[in-house]
């Protein structure tokens, strides 16, 4: 676009041509009124509340809708300009009800704000004002259409970004109202960025209603910490307790939008679960203790059960993957210090030997300029909202998107789906790659030779060849495959010879934080799998919860509740499983409650302070490691706060992936079976979160399977499989259950 | 939800946008649905075009709801539409209606117990020259006063 010069009240700026003039008054910080005009959403014009005067146009313009060109003079402020608004303003309250002492909105309401400025002292309409009933559109956001100016955002938000157009503008003139259709309300994953557009009180956070003030409460910038992405958020807080969470911007990671589950999960931060004092179990019974008690307690035991005789090796370090970057670091350094090499994350992965190792070399922008996407065992849209958001961008561009999963997932973008069953993924993939050597007349190895590309890898094969600019996903589905190393090998050989980029998004939450502290054992130590089958005599837990965590649940509480194992258990939440195994449960703080840093999938470390102070006797999971270690007399403990921890992880080399030997050959008949928490139910925290659990993506809980394998395990419409309500749908391949479950694995697997 | 008889007519009109358009048949789609199911649209069958057409259910809804042709509520088999706009307004419509309610016994909205006639407020049917004036099926009928309206509803079998 051409450079040109127009005029604003007087005073010349630079401007290109064909922009919007709203884009260049905002960028120059001239203030023009509005109320449907939103940057990231396509323009409507129908609120009118920014008509401005532009010079030689008789009539008052939109300025969110009117073009600049060269020469341009545009008045803001003169009479007309200012007549034209305040006439908008006189139409717009005519039926927006005075109710702003018991609305939610009020103090940072859009129409409130612009009314003082616009707005009569005196209305002249003495005729009734229309009203709408409210509707229930679920736990999420609370809803009192009254208060709606019809500015549209919600609809257009929800078609355009969210990809699903859920409300919508029924009836006309005084009767529109903007309204869902389905009566099961909103069900996207993104939907509460329609209570951060909406001007006025109309769409309010329902777990927010009538708590607080705006100016009552701080806003702190954090990051949240339930996915890959890291969104940056402003946690709101009032005497000390997170009140509400809305979106940052950052147009590197979030742009302006957040999942709900970064949104709503502040909420189970004070569920009545919460752990509150430390414990320790004298004679099998719990006793509350202070402090110095517990921890004594935790070292005394520590040394006599491995340390005082040499038994390092016997004792074990696990972690869930929703701790800091440096809860990883220095819980890593205290078992290192100990002499104990067995420490890990990986806790849902049913084979540690066929572990996933895959770089991400794509950025969460870059994605939306891909032209091919290959996702693989993925269910991306509520796994991954905002990498999916990416895609669709890349989508809406042009992009061809293509699925390879075990089932057709609901997505929100124009996607080919393919199910695969979870056994023939490898070999599928196995044929690309030679399709790939072929096309490009490139010496095929060995293990190639005999795998006969089917017409879908020759296909997908091709599309990747001719993209310009493909990725390819890799998703959780895939963890506990049979071949998931040698699938990860297969993709990175693929991306390789198509100059594609990879994106691994098969360990969520901060996983990628804890590979970058190195919260991984060494050939000399035991991974997660081994330690629940070995002679352990001790662990240490980090907010671990086996019935959830656990791809082997059972046996991980069998190992923990072992006769003569001592366990020292930090946990922010209570849990009876816990009070059964353990001997020292700490309180630890969590999300929002603790400073550290979160590795997203753009490899961004991006920090973050503590929004509030964790309840009663809980302390940040770094300060009780660093006194733990203190008192186990290790040195190189001396921190102060948790960003000296991570400057001094900054200076730590770090490993590069390695090649994985590619074995196709373990293939069986087995009916496989993908267990996989719903996305409000992926870490302790969402899983206390009344108001996610509530909705409808929380009360997923359902196995779904085809008619075949239904047969093969005898099962018919109504029954359950592994304590789960079957569906039989021909959405999902052959020889494979897929699980979506909001209840716990134990039991299931 | 939709008969083969409905799906085929509908995809005539699908046919006259360009490919991926079919939503634009929005319109006629809904009307065919309609004129299958009493002359009325129900939640259900709004969603079944919308899921014909892929296109959300909502925005059938949005244009479902737009029009004064498409009917939520039952209706009789002769719909009497009045004018209730400016030109007929000032010429005395409203007393016209409360002439027709009483005549039938309903309100605007409802059915007569026959199910034979209903009466429908509609905005300006571009008739002001003949104000006021109704609409019944396709005919017109202008310059209307109590005489007349008896006469024709009477005639109206």
Request: hydrophobic share 40%.
């Amino acid at each position: 676009m051409a450079d040109i010069k127009i005029e604003i009240d007087g005073q010349i700026v630079n401007a290109k041509a064909g922009e919007t003039l709203i884009a260049v008054t905002d960028r120059e910080g001239i203030s023009v009124p509005r109320f449907c005009y939103h940057k990231k959403l396509s323009t409507s014009a129908s609120c009118r509340m920014c008509l401005v005067d532009i010079e030689g146009v008789p009539k008052p313009q939109t300025s969110c809708s009117t073009p600049v060109s060269d020469g341009m003079k545009i008045y803001t402020q003169n009479e007309k300009a200012k007549a034209s608004q305040k006439a908008v303003m006189e139409f717009l309250l005519i039926n927006h009800p005075l109710d702003c002492p018991i609305c939610d909105q009020g103090g940072e309401c859009e129409l409130q704000d612009v009314a003082v400025e616009y707005g009569s002292d005196v209305s002249r309409f003495s005729e009734g004002k229309r009203v709408v009933a409210a509707s229930d559109i679920g736990p999420l956001i609370q809803t009192d259409m009254t208060r709606c100016i019809h500015c549209t955002r919600c609809v257009r938000f929800g078609s355009e970004i969210a990809g699903m157009m859920e409300m919508g503008g029924t009836g006309r003139g005084e009767d529109l109202k903007i309204e869902p259709f389905l009566t099961q309300g909103i069900t996207s994953e993104l939907s509460g960025n329609m209570i951060d557009v909406c001007p006025v009180g109309a769409l309010t956070s329902k777990p927010f209603r009538y708590e607080l003030r705006s100016w009552q409460m701080a806003s702190v910038d954090s990051i949240a910490r339930h996915d890959l992405t890291g969104s940056n958020i402003y946690a709101q807080t009032y005497k000390g307790q997170v009140k509400r969470v809305v979106s940052g911007d950052n147009e590197a990671v979030n742009e302006t939008w957040i999942s709900d589950r970064d949104r709503f999960s502040y909420e189970g931060l004070s569920h009545k679960n919460r752990l509150l004092a430390p414990q320790i179990k004298v004679a099998g019974q719990w006793k509350e203790v202070e402090w110095d008690v517990a921890l004594d307690f935790a070292v005394k035991g520590l040394n006599k059960h491995v340390l005082n005789n040499r038994k390092a090796h016997q004792l074990g370090g696990l972690a869930s993957n929703t701790a800091t970057t440096e809860e990883f670091y220095l819980m890593q350094k205290l078992l290192r210090e100990l002499g104990c090499e067995n420490l890990d994350y990986r806790l849902n992965v049913n084979n540690l030997e066929q572990a996933i190792v895959l770089a991400s070399n794509i950025k969460l922008e870059a994605l939306e300029s891909v032209d091919y996407a290959m996702v693989i065992g993925s269910n991306l849209r509520l796994e991954q909202p905002m990498i999916n958001h990416r895609l669709r961008k890349a989508q809406l561009a042009g992009a061809e998107i293509c699925a390879l999963n075990v089932k057709e997932f609901d997505y929100n973008l124009k996607i080919s789906h393919t199910t695969v069953a979870p056994q023939e993924i490898a070999t599928l993939l196995a044929g690309v790659l030679k399709s790939v050597l072929e096309k490009k007349a490139v010496e095929l190895p060995e293990y190639l030779e005999h795998i006969s590309s089917s017409e879908l890898s020759i296909e997908l094969a091709e599309k990747l060849l001719n993209a310009e600019n493909s990725v390819i996903v890799l998703g959780e589905h895939i963890v506990n495959n049979a071949q998931a190393a040698s699938i990860a090998q297969l993709v990175t050989d693929i991306a390789e010879q198509v100059t594609g980029s990879t994106l691994n998004v098969s360990m969520t939450s901060n996983s990628l934080g804890a590979q970058y502290a190195h919260f991984v054992p060494t050939s000399a130590g035991m991974n997660a799998n081994e330690m629940l089958q070995a002679d352990m005599r001790a662990f240490l837990l980090l907010d671990v919860y086996p019935e959830y965590d656990f791809h082997h649940a059972s046996s991980a509480i069998e190992a923990l509740s072992k006769e003569d194992v001592f366990v020292v258990s930090l946990n922010s939440f209570n849990n009876d499983l816990t009070a059964e195994y353990a001997d020292v449960i700490l309180p630890m703080a969590a999300m929002y409650e603790t400073s550290g840093s979160h590795v997203n999938i753009n490899n961004d470390i991006q920090s973050f302070k503590a929004v509030v102070q964790a309840p009663e006797e809980a302390k940040p999971a770094w300060k009780i490691l660093k006194v733990l270690a203190d008192l186990l007399e290790l040195p190189g403990f001396h921190y102060e706060n948790s960003s000296q921890i991570s400057s001094e992880l900054a200076h730590q080399p770090h490993e590069h992936s390695h090649d994985s030997a590619i074995d196709l050959t373990s293939k069986d008949d087995t009916v496989e079976t993908i267990w996989m928490h719903s996305a409000y139910h992926t870490d302790v925290l969402l899983r206390h979160t009344a108001a996610l659990g509530a909705s409808q993506i929380g009360q997923t809980h359902l196995a779904s399977m085809n008619v075949a394998t239904a047969e093969a395990l005898a099962l018919k419409s109504g029954d359950v499989y592994l304590g789960v309500p079957i569906d039989i749908t021909d959405t999902v391949a052959d020889q494979c259950v897929f699980v979506s479950s909001n209840q716990a694995t134990i039991g299931g697997l | 939800m939709i008969s083969d008889n409905a799906k085929k007519q509908i995809d005539d009109w699908i046919a006259k946008y360009p490919q991926g358009r079919q939503s634009s048949a929005v319109m006629e789609a809904l009307k065919i649905v309609q004129a299958e199911n009493a002359n009325q649209l129900s939640h259900d069958s709004i969603q079944a075009v919308a899921d014909y057409l892929n296109m959300p259910g909502i925005a059938a809804a949005e244009v479902a709801t737009f029009y004064e042709n498409y009917n939520h509520q039952p209706v009789g088999k002769h719909i009497i539409r009045f004018c209730h706009n400016i030109s007929c307004m000032l010429n005395g419509s409203d007393d016209l209606i409360a002439h027709l309610e009483t005549k039938l016994g309903v309100k605007t909205g409802e059915v007569t117990k026959d199910g034979l006639i209903s009466v429908k407020k509609v905005e300006c049917l571009g008739a002001c020259v003949g104000a006021p004036m109704f609409q019944i099926g396709d005919q017109y009928y202008e310059n209307l006063t109590t005489d007349k309206i008896d006469d024709i509803v009477d005639g109206l079998k």
